[in-house]
């Protein structure tokens, strides 16, 4: 998929997926491409970007293989690396087209036993996704997977699957996370609804919300400790691209 690149002193090596849009894609469109560029403007560096899809091995084969130094976003707490202090803050949202007239507020609304339901189906952690775990406990099972993080093949599915088969009514209701879902949303011509989940489910326990950051390695603390530096001075300018990118964002906690 990629080589390792010699390493300058004046290089940042960034873990990018090659095509993960909003997030990053091999044409450096997506916003961490974009807050990228910001951390390396900041330390007088260049962007050598590492390209490894988000499929199964991802951090073997980039970050903890050493053949790239930095994640751009990583959940805070995220434990195979060590991450930064926090840039922002989202959630999931059920996604469902407007003229349907659905009123979804919570994961316990009666209807939703009777809806085509879509969820991300497999995380980092080779786990179910949030979502797909409350619903279950809940007893609503048969969910439309997308975005099957086991399956080999990148080009397999595209991010934006789960929102364009709400758009096209192939399903009823999506339950995506903020920054996907608030990025296609406004790229389909059918006007879709987003509400946001709560920071935790009170059902199942599971938390919906979370906090994101960069990540390095857990030897890497100078790193670390130059990218919090960096997330201080630019912050203004990192939640500016996130906006631009239509991310939905929720106060982070203290």
């Not at 849009?21 to 260049?46: C, W």
């Not at 786990?127 to 993080?149: C, D, E, K």
């Amino acid at each position: 998929m990629a080589s390792a690149q010699g390493r300058a002193p004046s290089d940042l090596r960034v873990c990018a997926d090659p095509y993960d849009m909003p997030f990053s894609n091999n044409q450096e469109e997506g916003f961490e491409n974009k807050i990228a560029h910001v951390v390396a403007r900041d330390l007088n560096a260049t962007v050598i970007n590492y390209w490894w899809p988000s499929r199964r091995g991802v951090l073997r084969n980039s970050i903890l293989g050493g053949f790239c130094d930095v994640m751009i976003q990583a959940p805070v707490g995220f434990d195979p690396v060590a991450t930064t202090k926090p840039y922002y803050r989202s959630t999931y949202y059920f996604v469902y087209r407007a003229d349907r007239g659905l009123g979804l507020r919570s994961l316990d609304d009666t209807i939703l036993k009777h809806l085509k339901i879509g969820v991300n189906m497999i995380g980092y952690d080779y786990t179910n996704t949030p979502p797909a775990h409350a619903l279950g406990s809940r007893g609503i099972v048969g969910l439309v997977g997308f975005g099957n993080f086991l399956n080999p093949d990148p080009m397999a599915d595209h991010p934006e699957d789960i929102v364009h088969a709400v758009a096209r009514d192939s399903i009823a209701v999506a339950i995506v996370w903020g920054p996907l879902a608030g990025y296609w949303v406004k790229r389909e011509s059918v006007p879709l609804t987003m509400v946001a989940l709560p920071d935790t489910d009170a059902v199942s326990g599971m938390r919906f919300a979370f906090d994101m950051a960069m990540a390095v390695r857990h030897r890497d603390k100078a790193l670390k400790a130059t990218l919090d530096s960096v997330i201080d001075r630019r912050r203004p300018e990192i939640t500016a691209i996130l906006e631009q990118y239509s991310v939905p964002m929720i106060q982070m906690r203290p």
